[in-house]
């Protein structure tokens, strides 16, 4: 498994951007897809975006595409989330997940390693 560090949250108006990133130990980085979830107070954790091994396939929920976008430095085994036009319901804690299983699901039980996440707050 991966230790995944997550950066980059913090507050923000409604309209602006943060980059998440999130850095992995390990030398197979690349045999991992990589994702983001997030979870706000009172509610389960929902998908955000994915992406594949080699960063040639990406997915996103239907509430962040055209907003956010996920992607990967293999050299550097980072994983990073540009997120811009933020709205106040994006605010919530960010999860970093990796996983080695082919194939790529919106469920965070098809995820085994995960970071500790970071605080991400828009105010309107």
């Known amino acids: 498994q991966l230790v995944l560090v997550e950066s980059g949250g913090g507050s923000v108006q409604a309209g602006g951007s943060l980059r998440l990133s999130c850095a992995a130990s390990?030398?197979?980085?690349?045999?991992?897809?990589m994702a983001w979830f997030r979870q706000a107070p009172g509610k389960e954790r929902e998908f955000v975006a994915a992406?594949?091994?080699?960063?040639?396939?990406?997915y996103y929920a239907d509430s962040v595409k055209g907003r956010f976008t996920i992607s990967r430095d293999n050299a550097k085994n980072t994983v990073y989330l540009q997120m811009n036009s933020l709205k106040p319901e994006d605010t919530a804690v960010y999860y970093c997940?990796?996983?080695?299983?082919?194939?790529?699901?919106?469920?965070?039980?098809?995820?085994?390693?995960w970071g500790q996440g970071t605080q991400v707050t828009v105010s309107s």
């Open positions: 390990g030398r197979t980085f690349s045999s991992y897809k």
């Open positions: 992406i594949r091994r080699s960063g040639s396939g990406t």
């Open positions: 997940a990796a996983d080695m299983a082919v194939g790529v699901r919106a469920d965070p039980a098809d995820f085994g390693s």
